[in-house]
């Protein structure tokens, strides 16, 4: 199988959100990259199209302005079914093809074709498991004929039978499968407030910095005892720490910030044309902490 290698820097972006595209301005904010959730464009596994009528031509316009960069949610990537049976190879493999993305992220859980509704549901964090999920992984990312780089999940209760701790493991993965890692920071957070033995100084010591490709920045609101990544709200400052942090130890390709509407939960706050003032400024503080640290000075020099 082919290796693969990390691209270079291409920026900051955003996740193109259909919850938030009739009033967030996407084609005119000042951004690099459009992080494109496969699972919002796709057509149903059960017919004959590979992409919904219209999203074609969406994806098209797009792509003369910006990096498409294509995300796997609901791929069932590490389920249990055969791989070539799951919508990751069937719809999310040739989409990314299409949208003629640099890499693909995917998010590091279980689910099959009865359980995408569950958003948090971690793998178990375990030997057997690391060997099952990269010899799944290293297939996956041959099909996509591109990086693949697993993005850690948030969750609410860790897997039983687990034998590590989730950093241990995502460094585990990519080193039997020969994949990458997708960084999301809010979601190293959320799990250090919700989790009593999840530790966050520790978590980037343990991850193969080397290996991490992209990043995501959210926010979230805390709701019956519980913080949710629910991306309604500003990135917090801790994640802005984290990042920087990142940054001064790692170059990833790509630093992607997120905001929706109301799918994670009914409670969910759900935003409007109010909340474009606070996304575009996190934009900006992330474009700034990412030209300190990874625009070469001479092209800072030169005011690029």
């Not at 960069?69 to 989409?95: I, K, M, W």
């Not at 805390?222 to 500003?234: C, I, P, T, V």
Request: aromatic share 10%; hydrophobic share 40%; with cysteine.
């Amino acid at each position: 199988m082919a290796r693969f290698s990390k691209p270079e820097p291409i920026g900051v972006g955003i996740q193109y959100n259909p919850e938030i595209l009739d009033w967030f301005p996407f084609e005119a904010i000042e951004v690099d990259i459009l992080e494109v959730l496969l699972d919002n464009i796709m057509a149903p596994i059960d017919g004959p199209q590979i992409i919904k009528p219209g999203a074609r031509e969406v994806m098209e316009r797009l792509s003369k302005n910006f990096t498409l960069l294509a995300h796997s949610n609901y791929g069932c990537d590490f389920g249990f079914s055969p791989l070539e049976e799951t919508a990751a190879v069937q719809r999310h493999v040739p989409l990314a093809k299409m949208l003629n993305s640099p890499w693909v992220a995917n998010h590091c859980f279980y689910g099959d074709n009865s359980w995408l509704d569950i958003w948090s549901s971690p793998l178990q964090f375990s030997k057997a498991e690391v060997l099952r999920c990269a010899k799944r992984a290293k297939s996956l990312q041959s099909s996509y004929g591109m990086p693949l780089a697993h993005e850690n999940a948030a969750y609410y209760l860790p897997c039983p039978g687990a034998e590590m701790r989730e950093a241990e493991f995502l460094a585990r993965l990519v080193d039997a499968s020969g994949t990458f890692l997708h960084l999301d920071l809010h979601n190293i957070y959320t799990n250090h407030l919700n989790l009593k033995q999840f530790d966050l100084r520790d978590y980037l010591d343990t991850l193969p910095l080397e290996k991490v490709i992209s990043v995501h920045l959210a926010g979230g609101s805390w709701h019956d005892g519980l913080y949710h990544d629910w991306h309604d709200s500003a990135v917090p400052e801790p994640v802005w720490d984290l990042y920087q942090e990142l940054l001064s130890r790692a170059r990833p390709a790509a630093v992607i910030l997120e905001y929706q509407g109301q799918a994670h939960h009914a409670m969910t706050r759900v935003m409007n044309a109010d909340d474009e003032h606070m996304i575009v400024s996190d934009v900006r503080r992330a474009q700034q902490i990412w030209n300190h640290y990874i625009t070469p000075p001479q092209e800072r020099a030169h005011g690029r």
